[in-house]
């Protein structure tokens, strides 16, 4: 069975320090891999995805930014946080496009807090 | 019009009530539908897929109506365990494109 790991579960952050996040996904191969955001009492924002190794697609400006450097890893970063980036950070996974299967399945997620 | 709306709520509803939502969503060629339900602090999970007959599972049922770009999800004999944030997901296949909601927030009373 597939399954997706997301850590850390909670961080707080100074504003202007980096960010690493990382997503892990076992069970399956090639699949679509996704990262959104959940500000408090917010939608699900969604940040990026990628349908492969290296291949990275932008949603929305922000100073943030994505890398996937092997099919299973998906990790979410940033050089300098500023407040607004605090909020629920999940992770997805989906079948590949054609599959039939849009369906996504979340990580846990991460609780980011920057003061 | 938005991509994807939903009654935010929240929906107070006593235990044992039936009480059921809806979703529009202005894209006419959505194909994939879908319900998740978020807990509070926690992960959206998967609580059904939408199929354009309509489909069934335990006390939940979910519709879809194409003429009217709407999706609606029913639950019965409603549990306390059923509160719970409601999301509704629409998925544009032509661009692969995942539309989220922003959730009905459902309340059981005791």
């Known amino acids: 069975s597939q399954t997706i790991h997301q850590w850390p579960a909670t961080l707080v952050q100074p504003v202007g320090s980096p960010l690493s996040l990382e997503c892990t996904v076992e069970g399956t191969s090639n699949p679509n891999l996704y990262w959104y955001r959940q500000a408090a009492g917010r939608g699900l924002q969604l940040l990026f995805y990628s349908v492969g190794i290296g291949q990275i697609s932008s949603e929305v400006p922000q100073n943030l930014s994505a890398s996937r450097p092997q099919d299973r890893q998906f990790i979410l970063s940033s050089k300098k946080l500023l407040l607004s980036d605090s909020g629920f950070y999940l992770c997805?996974?989906?079948?590949?496009?054609?599959?039939?299967?849009?369906?996504?399945?979340f990580g846990p997620g991460t609780r980011l807090l920057v003061l | 019009r938005k991509e994807v709306e939903q009654d935010p709520g929240p929906f107070n509803v006593p235990e044992g009530a039936t009480v059921a939502f809806n979703c529009t969503y202005s894209?006419?060629?959505?194909?994939?539908f879908f319900w998740y339900r978020q807990d509070c602090r926690k992960e959206p999970k998967l609580l059904m897929s939408v199929y354009s007959s309509g489909n069934e599972d335990g006390r939940f049922t979910a519709q879809l109506n194409r003429a009217s770009q709407y999706i609606s999800l029913l639950i019965r004999d409603s549990k306390l365990s059923d509160s719970a944030t409601y999301l509704c997901v629409v998925n544009h296949s032509g661009d692969d494109k995942i539309i989220f909601g922003k959730g009905t927030r459902l309340h059981i009373l005791p």
């Open positions: 894209n006419s060629a959505s194909q994939s």
């Open positions: 997805a996974w989906s079948y590949l496009r054609g599959t039939g299967g849009e369906t996504q399945y």
